[in-house]
């Protein structure tokens, strides 16, 4: 017999029950709450008269709605200030821990619960957002749910599931220098598209994951949805632990060793086999940069603008002539070529500190271009924030041009006031290209921190890789 | 949740692949703190030529004639065909509640995201999944006869052309059971208490710190 993939042990460890049809009942360890898709939910429960059946588990947290600017302001926006507000009076009806939008540990929900340790190896985790496969990165087992099943996880703790199939995708060989996670995962789903692992647990695997610190970790996994995957994971070691030790919500030292050891079976078995397999060379690796409305609409730095008549199949054709013309760019046109007007760092792929170090490494001693009409940055949390200013990054990004704001998704989804103006073209560290997602007739290129600064600095998008040689 | 067994109605044909769920509700009206209303900002960008905002009177803004929500007969369509992957993108219910809340009950697609199509079996809305090469036939028969309608059996598992041609279509029985009784899920999952309890136990012995804090 086969040995188990990390996905089937996880699947395993939380199985309450499962029916003669596959359907089965999962518990969940960890719930993360924010402020968009749980008003609904805890209405439900009130009107059906039900209380959450584990509280503890939940950890709660506005981050769509905020303002990046000024916070003893309040929200400006009614309609967004009554959604905060429903959130901050179901978490003290249900006695949910939230972490207010004035509180130092505030930030986008995908970034404060692994700071805080709230993530944890083995665990499932769930939250009403797509992003949640970020988790995944500490070997948990946590994906993405609709309102209807935040509901469900409030009222039972557990959520009805069917297993998905078992998916590896091996980034072997070494990243070139410049070459980040978030270029990794962009060309994970040039490769295998947006579909390309709808139905399946993707497991990502191989030196180049192996290599990568935490952070980078949380972006490869941040981004499995955007290639139809609503988990994504990575097994635990020695980096993995020590990211962990010490943070508030971690096992304290009473457990600290036994959960450690425990931990040490979460990877998938030498012999586990997986339905399907996908390999990479990290070493051949570019920077990436997207050019349309699909996340895997995506090519190298060094590469063209494609063109659609290329393309066999028609519905693709299509779709590809319909992104060009919103995206307004040629068939042909060097990557290089382009020249975003508006630089966002941030989201919950890319505003950790490691993120924002990379990007105020390419940015230092230079200006933002003339022709960037606003360069933003984004902390992850308000944490990542008093980080970035003891090291000093504040001032970089500052100096360059750059305005410094509190944390919150912002720009990623324009939920709130930060949001792009029809036309406007965008270098963003977020993690959806969509049309209107950044702002209606927005125009979104997906790029790393390291790149977005280059493209900041360049004025056009251009090969950090010369960038931080000069 | 209203019940489904048999849904007859016009076919909107919206032919465009990964049909994401900002594109079906974008986000300026997520931030409603209700389950309805969202119906008449269904493919707000696409459909309206102007910025839609919550509170802002629908009825008086201008239509994008070339949408196909904005052509007759399509206004009145319960059945939505669309592309590969569709509902992509953001976990956001809200994108089902607004096609419920315009009237559709149904998408036929080669293919959806893993959560839109969760998120229609908790509303009352049947997702099927076709062969590209059928989904493909059905997009020409309905630029061929506009008004083109279809009934979906969920029993039987059918949908009927108005040629009388019979499709199969495949659909999980649990879910089809509760599509079909209009079944609150939480109220079955919770007939199982003792077992969470019981598990939880188990996982407390073997897990503390998981309950830690």
Not at chain 1, 40 to 58: H, N, V
Not at chain 1, 175 to 202: Q, Y
Not at chain 2, 72 to 88: H, K, M, T, W
């Amino acid at each position: 017999m086969s040995g188990k993939t990390l996905y089937d042990k996880l699947w395993d460890s939380h199985l309450v029950r499962q029916d003669d049809g596959g359907t089965a009942l999962l518990y969940i360890d960890r719930h993360l709450v924010h402020e968009v898709t749980s008003p609904q939910a805890f209405e439900g429960l009130r009107l059906a008269g039900r209380r959450p059946w584990r509280s503890q588990s939940i950890l709660a947290v506005p981050d769509h709605n905020v303002p990046t600017t000024d916070r003893a302001a309040g929200i400006s926006d009614p309609v967004s200030r009554v959604q905060v507000e429903t959130l901050d009076r179901n978490c003290s009806e249900f006695d949910i821990t939230e972490f207010t939008m004035t509180d130092l540990r505030q930030g986008i929900v995908h970034v404060i619960g692994p700071e805080q340790g709230a993530t944890l190896p083995g665990m499932t985790v769930v939250c009403g957002d797509s992003h949640t496969s970020t988790h995944g990165a500490f070997g948990a087992l946590a994906f993405g749910i609709g309102t209807s099943e935040v509901e469900h996880v409030l009222a039972t703790q557990c959520l009805i599931q069917k297993k998905s199939g078992n998916m590896q995708v091996r980034v072997d060989g070494r990243l070139a220098l410049g070459v980040s996670a978030k270029d990794v995962v962009l060309a994970i789903i040039g490769r295998i598209g947006t579909a390309g692992g709808t139905g399946f647990a993707l497991e990502f695997a191989g030196q180049v994951i192996r290599d990568l610190s935490m952070e980078g970790r949380m972006t490869v996994c941040n981004m499995a949805i955007e290639a139809g995957a609503r988990a994504g994971m990575i097994a635990v070691d020695d980096t993995t632990i020590a990211y962990l030790e010490g943070r508030p919500y971690a096992p304290g030292a009473e457990h600290w060793e036994q959960a450690v050891s425990a931990w040490a079976d979460l990877h998938s078995d030498a012999d586990a086999g997986f339905d399907r397999v996908v390999t990479l060379d990290g070493g051949t690796l570019a920077p990436q940069v997207s050019w349309g409305t699909s996340p895997e609409m995506v090519t190298a730095i060094d590469g063209v603008v494609p063109d659609p008549d290329a393309e066999s199949d028609p519905v693709k054709r299509e779709g590809m002539r319909n992104a060009l013309a919103y995206m307004d760019l040629q068939p042909g046109m060097a990557i290089t070529d382009i020249r975003p007007d508006h630089v966002f760092i941030g989201s919950c792929t890319n505003a950790r500190i490691e993120d924002l170090r990379a990007a105020a490494a390419v940015i230092r001693g230079r200006r933002v271009a003339a022709g960037i009409k606003q360069a933003l940055v984004v902390p992850g949390s308000g944490l990542v924030k008093q980080q970035a200013e003891a090291e000093g990054l504040e001032r970089v990004f500052t100096e360059a041009g750059f305005e410094w704001r509190e944390p919150g998704c912002s720009m990623c989804l324009a939920m709130n006031a930060d949001r792009l103006e029809a036309g406007d073209r965008c270098a963003s560290t977020s993690n959806r290209n969509f049309e209107g997602r950044q702002g209606q007739g927005g125009r979104t290129h997906l790029v790393s921190p390291a790149m977005a600064a280059a493209a900041a600095v360049a004025g056009h998008f251009t090969d950090v890789r010369q960038v931080a040689d000069t | 949740m209203d019940k489904f067994t048999v849904i007859s109605g016009i076919v909107a044909p919206l032919d465009r692949p990964n049909v994401d769920t900002d594109a079906i509700i974008p986000k300026q009206f997520l931030k409603s703190i209700h389950r309805t209303g969202f119906g008449p900002n269904l493919f707000d960008d696409w459909r309206y030529l102007d910025h839609g905002e919550p509170g802002k009177d629908n009825s008086r803004r201008p239509l994008n004639p070339d949408f196909v929500l904005n052509q007759s007969p399509y206004q009145d369509a319960v059945i939505l065909l669309g592309r590969e992957n569709f509902g992509c993108g953001s976990s956001r219910e809200h994108a089902v509640w607004a096609l419920l809340d315009y009237g559709f009950r149904v998408v036929i697609a080669p293919g959806f995201a893993d959560i839109f199509f969760n998120n229609c079996f908790k509303n009352g809305v049947l997702p099927i999944v076709l062969d590209s090469v059928i989904v493909e036939r059905l997009f020409k028969a309905v630029a061929g006869s506009p008004g083109y309608t279809l009934r979906v059996d969920l029993p039987a598992q059918q949908i009927t052309t108005p040629e009388q041609e019979i499709i199969g279509f495949e659909v999980d029985p649990f879910r089809k059971d509760c599509l079909i009784q209009g079944l609150d899920d939480i109220a079955l999952t919770l007939q199982h208490a003792d077992d969470i309890r019981r598990y939880e136990k188990a996982r407390r012995l073997e897990a503390p710190w998981l309950f830690d804090k």
